[in-house]
């Protein structure tokens, strides 16, 4: 029996990493339009893609658990999460963006 919930969470995992290749874009088009001006970057401005790669990659690791079972997909997708939030923290702490309230 197939519930309306799980495409809606199969869409939401989806968006989920389309919004990381999104920002994963953004980042390059920043990292291209900064060598074209010519504007130097120093090493934590390089070492912030070198950390968001693995999350963006990482966003993308549930097509691998579609036909796992329930309880062992959502663990994995948990993992998932809280795998590119500890990414994310991480590259927002070598910018210097991180904010903890």
Known sequence: MVYPVAGSRRRGLLAYAGLLDLQGLF????????????IP????????????????ALGHFNRRVRAKPDRERHRV?????????????LGLLVIGQLVVP
């Open 27 to 38: 980042g390059v088009l920043l990292i291209v339009a900064s060598l074209v001006a010519a």
């Open 41 to 56: 970057m120093n090493l934590s401005q390089w070492l912030h893609p070198v950390i968001m790669l693995p999350a963006i």
């Open 77 to 89: 997708q948990l993992g998932i999460f809280l795998g590119t939030l500890a990414f994310i923290s």
